[in-house]
T-cell receptor, first 113, second 113 residues
Framework: DGGITQSPKYLFRKEGQNVTLSCEQN?????MYWYRQDPGQGLRLIYY???????QKGDIAEGYSVSREKKESFPLTVTSAQKNPTAFYLC????????????FGPGTRLLVL | AQSVTQPDIHITVSEGASLELRCNYS??????LFWYVQSPGQGLQLLLK??????LVQGIKGFEAEFKRSQSSFNLRKPSVHWSDAAEYFC???????????FGTGTRLTIIP
């Protein structure tokens, strides 16, 4: 079955630690996205990538980094510079960036110890 | 900048009753409009989308939405809700060529027997 997988489902971060969230898709989509979801704030775009080896900052990129070395993979690193990382993180993909439906993974909940 | 407003944070409806969830957008041209649904702790699932053409759009699970340009609205409706419809609903907007979705803050739907 085609789809988007995110791992782990839950992730715990210690102070000063970088953590990486995985996102993999087998839909052969060119575009991939990372969103952060906080209660009452909807989804906010962190980074997106239209094609391999290229990505752009979204609305809240500070404290995060990404890479896009393979079409099917778009990992997100939450760095120690992100002072309030506790949130639900959602990865999405679409055939192309812009005007295409985005399909979402099941999410990763990040908690700070 | 474009924006999306979902004025109702929480709505409670009796099972079998009709439902309307409101969505208003702020954007100069005709945007692309989406409704997504999210069950607790899960990713988002697309209910329906409007790109152009007929302003009444049919989606999955018996949902429909109507685009009203004069009111800048894209309200979601269902004639008779089921207990399984309890979830959070997000309206989203994408302006042509922007490659990004802007989400509303969501409406949580509770179904009572």
């Amino acid at each position: 079955d085609g789809g988007i997988t995110q791992s782990p489902k839950y992730l715990f971060r210690k102070e000063g630690q970088n953590v990486t969230l995985s996102c993999e898709q087998n839909l052969n989509h060119d575009a991939m996205y990372w969103y952060r979801q906080d209660p009452g704030q909807g989804l906010r775009l962190i980074y997106y990538s239209q094609i391999v080896n290229d990505f752009q900052k979204g609305d809240i990129a500070e404290g995060y980094s990404v890479s896009r070395e393979k079409k099917e993979s778009f990992p997100l690193t939450v760095t120690s510079a992100q002072k309030n990382p506790t949130a639900f993180y959602l990865c999405a993909s679409s055939i192309l960036a812009g005007t295409e439906t985005q399909y979402f993974g099941p999410g990763t909940r990040l908690l700070v110890l | 900048a474009q924006s999306v407003t979902q004025p109702d944070i929480h709505i409670t409806v009796s099972e079998g009753a009709s439902l309307e969830l409101r969505c208003n957008y702020s954007y100069g041209a005709t945007p692309y409009l989406f409704w997504y649904v999210q069950s607790p702790g899960q990713g988002l699932q697309l209910l329906l989308k409007y790109f152009s053409g007929d302003t009444l759009v049919q989606g999955i699970k018996g949902f429909e939405a109507e685009f009203k340009r004069s009111q800048s609205s894209f309200n979601l409706r269902k004639p008779s809700v089921h207990w399984s419809d309890a979830a959070e609903y997000f309206c989203a907007v994408e302006d042509f060529g922007n490659e990004k979705l802007t989400f509303g803050t969501g409406t949580r739907l509770t179904i009572i027997p």
